[in-house]
């Protein structure tokens, strides 16, 4: 996605989404069940989101002490961040998305697209990276 569409998606569709699946969820459940419901996630989130993010940094930090740039973990470490944060975002598909990122035969596709990308970009120049000192 180029231009303004990401934003379109991030700001416009997802809490319609959101919004459009609070109301089902009251209607047909209600909203005690929905609130609970919301208030599990979160929680059940949580937890699963420091179990991975730990076990991500002990990965990060084994390869670092064995002298090797932990870059694949760095990204998985990202994805399970990026879980977390959506998972601790009220919301049946933020929800959704989250446990996703935190089920690792889904992350290793994530991770695996994401490198796809930053080698292509990477092959096409179109990625930089400055340092300063």
């Known amino acids: ?3 303004p569409r990401p ?3 991030i700001f416009i569709l997802i809490p319609a989404i ?10 047909y459940l209600g909203i005690p069940i ?9 929680v059940l989130g949580a937890w699963l989101a420091k ?12 390869e670092l002490s064995a002298g090797r740039l932990p870059g694949q973990s760095i990204i998985e470490g990202a994805c399970i961040l990026a879980g977390g944060v ?9 929800d959704i998305c989250g ?6 035969p889904v992350r290793k596709k994530v991770k695996k697209y994401i490198l796809k990308r930053l080698r292509r970009k990477m092959a096409n120049g179109r990625m ?4 300063r000192r």
């Not at 919004?19 to 009251?26: D, K, M, R």
């Not at 929905?34 to 979160?42: C, K, S, W």
């Not at 959506?86 to 933020?94: E, M, N, V, Y």
């Not at 930089?128 to 340092?131: I, N, P």
């Open 128 to 131: 930089s990276f400055y340092f």
């Open 1 to 3: 996605m180029k231009g």
């Open 34 to 42: 929905t609130i609970l419901l919301i208030v599990i996630t979160g």
């Open 99 to 104: 446990f996703l990122l935190l089920f690792p």
């Open 18 to 27: 959101e919004i459009s699946l609070f109301v089902l969820s009251g209607k």
């Open 7 to 9: 934003l379109l998606f």
């Open 86 to 94: 959506l998972l601790l975002t009220p919301g049946f598909f933020t």
């Open 51 to 62: 179990r991975e993010g730990l076990a991500a940094l002990r990965t990060i930090r084994y």
